[in-house]
């Protein structure tokens, strides 16, 4: 299993330019997550998907859209990027662990480092 | 906002262990004790949870005190790799699909030769 999966692992756009980060797990999971990761700080929740077909905002929804394009993927676009916007983006995922259904750990993947000139 | 405090940072000798400490003084009787750690430049690695109960695991012990304010991660025998940030999180355990993780700054764990 490869786990989860992101694309591109690196991209530099220029201010109000769009893009789409790509993610994708081989899971199985419910649930999927955008974080950003900002220099020195912790991850902090762009948004979430509970499962295929809902989306929902986390701390940080400002300026991004997402896709539950099904239940492996997930992807974040970015309309008209803005310098603030550079950071590292963390694609994350998590299923039902045990039989009550409790969910327990999420799997990140490896981040897509993006830079707004 | 993040629901525990951390230090900063703190060292360790390899092969000794590493006690990191957490206080989570405001949690609620259904939020569990995560952590996490994530190694320069990599996406967070999940290590262990608990409720109440001491915990053990293949990477590490998590002690949480009686009265759940705070909470002890060790790492029995610290190694370089184990040179990371480590995020201690307090969140509920959902009996639903999701399960947002709320990151502080964590702390930097530095393992010396």
């Known amino acids: 299993n490869a786990g989860v999966t992101q694309n591109p692992k690196f991209q530099v756009l220029k201010t109000g330019q769009s893009m789409t980060l790509q993610c994708a797990q081989d899971m199985n999971h419910n649930s999927m997550y955008w974080y950003r990761q900002d220099p020195g700080m912790g991850l902090r929740l762009i948004y979430y998907s509970a499962s295929e077909g809902t989306t929902d905002k986390g701390e940080v929804p400002n300026g991004y859209n997402v896709s539950r394009l099904n239940k492996r993927e997930f992807s974040l676009r970015l309309e008209s990027a803005a310098p603030s916007q550079t950071s590292v983006y963390f694609c994350?995922?998590?299923?039902?662990?045990?039989?009550?259904?409790?969910?327990?750990?999420?799997?990140f993947g490896p981040g897509t480092r993006l830079t707004v000139t | 906002d993040a629901k525990t405090t951390q230090p900063t940072s703190m060292d360790c000798a390899e092969g000794r262990a590493a006690n990191l400490p957490c206080n989570h003084s405001t949690i609620s009787g259904n939020e569990y004790v995560y952590w996490y750690r994530q190694i320069h430049s990599q996406g967070p690695q999940y290590i262990i949870h608990g409720l109440k109960n001491n915990e053990t695991n293949e990477m590490a012990s998590l002690i949480i005190t009686e009265d759940r304010k705070s909470s002890t991660l060790i790492l029995p025998h610290a190694t370089l790799r184990d040179t990371a940030v480590y995020y201690c999180i307090v969140e509920p355990i959902t009996t639903g699909a999701n399960s947002k993780l709320t990151f502080g700054k964590g702390i930097t764990l530095s393992v010396r030769p």
């Open positions: 994350a995922s998590s299923g039902f662990t045990s039989p009550s259904g409790r969910v327990y750990e999420q799997y």
